[in-house]
T-cell receptor, first 118, second 116 residues
Framework: SQTIHQWPATLVQPVGSPLSLECTVEGTSNPNLYWYRQAAGRGLQLLFYSIGIDQISSEVPQNLSASRPQDRQFILSSKKLLLSDSGFYLC?????????????????FGNGTRLTVT | AQSVAQPEDQVNVAEGNPLTVKCTYSVSGNPYLFWYVQYPNRGLQFLLKYITGDNLVKGSYGFEAEFNKSQTSFHLKKPSALVSDSALYFCAVRAESTDSWGKLQFGAGTQVVVTP
């Protein structure tokens, strides 16, 4: 079966410090990978998605970047954190988008990282 | 463009009573609809999905959802709510005519509070 791991679970970082959040998926190959941010415990904002190694798209301009050095590894980074980067960060995977067969594929989420920038 | 609306920020229900969480959608082409649940400080858990076929879809933990094409709705239901059903619920839609990578559009979420 497939599993997704995110770490760390919680993180407190000062403003201006760097960030690295990691996500790995097991039990599947060539997944689509996603980073979401959830602010104030409610709405989900898609930050990045990736359909393959080094194939990453950004949904919104921001202080963050993403990388996918391996097929099942997705990393969210920042060189200098801002207060507004605080939030709950969620990684997710889905079956690789290949037309109709993937239309009904749900996203599978990790347990998230609670980031507090002080 | 695709969109999802969850008109209620919060739904309050007594334990044992039926629970309904509303969702309406707007897409071009056929919709693919999903419900997720999120417990505090956890990721989203997939509950059920509608692809095609029967309008009543059964999912995990006794939940079901009814697809209504004419009303463009996909309401989540449970006949008898439990206190443990208290959580944040998200509806999501993916359009058949979406772009090449199948973006899933989420609603804003509905907080369900089940009281003993």
């Amino acid at each position: 079966s497939q599993t997704i791991h995110q770490w760390p679970a919680t993180l407190v970082q000062p403003v201006g410090s760097p960030l690295s959040l990691e996500c790995t998926v097991e039990g599947t190959s060539n997944p689509n990978l996603y980073w979401y941010r959830q602010a104030a415990g409610r709405g989900l904002q898609l930050l990045f998605y990736s359909i393959g190694i080094d194939q990453i798209s950004s949904e919104v301009p921001q202080n963050l970047s993403a990388s996918r050095p391996q097929d099942r590894q997705f990393i969210l980074s920042s060189k200098k954190l801002l207060l507004s980067d605080s939030g709950f960060y969620l990684c997710a995977w889905s079956v690789l988008w290949q037309g109709a067969t993937a239309l009904h594929s749900p996203l599978h989420f990790g347990n998230g990282t609670r980031l507090t920038v002080t | 463009a695709q969109s999802v609306a969850q008109p209620e920020d919060q739904v309050n229900v007594a334990e044992g009573n039926p629970l309904t969480v509303k969702c309406t959608y707007s897409v071009s082409g056929n919709p693919y609809l999903f419900w997720y649940v999120q417990y505090p400080n956890r990721g989203l858990q997939f509950l059920l999905k509608y692809i095609t076929g029967d309008n009543l879809v059964k999912g995990s933990y006794g939940f079901e959802a009814e697809f209504n094409k004419s009303q463009t709705s996909f309401h989540l239901k449970k006949p008898s709510a439990l206190v443990s059903d208290s959580a944040l619920y998200f509806c999501a839609v993916r359009a058949e005519s979406t772009d090449s990578w199948g973006k899933l559009q989420f609603g804003a979420g509905t907080q369900v509070v089940v009281t003993p």
